[in-house]
């Protein structure tokens, strides 16, 4: 069992910058991979960012790459998502999730485990 907790969302003009944390608990984390994905109202749910506990496999959403980075705090068991450069498009709430698949993945779906997720409201 993993249990997930996002925080650091916020209201920030287009341009700004906002950190998301996740806090993670559980038993042997560091057989997750775990991710990041984001649902504006009325749309699916959308992956952003992935990584490996080790932080040494990530892959990014193309809409992402370049301005936001996902890192791991292994002693902290916590997950990143540093975003620079928001844009109103990126107004959604930000879930935090883990997966047991060895290989990376993009699918919700495949997904075991998610947090209740934090709101990032970018105002034009």
């Known amino acids: 069992q993993v249990q997930l907790v996002e925080s650091g969302g916020g209201l920030v003009q287009a341009g700004g910058s906002l950190r998301l944390s996740c806090a993670a608990s559980?038993?042997?984390?560091?057989?997750?991979?775990m991710g990041w994905f984001r649902q504006a109202q009325g749309k699916e749910r959308d992956f952003v960012a992935a990584?490996?506990?080790?932080?040494?496999?990530?892959n990014y959403a193309d809409s992402v790459k370049g301005r936001f980075t996902i890192s791991t705090d292994n002693a902290k068991n916590t997950l990143y998502l540093q975003m620079n450069i928001l844009k109103p498009e990126d107004t959604a709430v930000y879930y935090c999730?883990?997966?047991?698949?060895?290989?990376?993945?993009?699918?919700?779906?495949?997904?075991?485990?998610w947090g209740p997720g934090t709101q990032v409201t970018v105002s034009s």
């Open positions: 990584i490996s506990w080790s932080g040494r496999s990530t």
């Open positions: 999730a883990a997966t047991s698949r060895i290989v990376p993945t993009e699918e919700p779906t495949e997904y075991n485990y």
């Open positions: 559980g038993r042997t984390l560091s057989s997750y991979r």
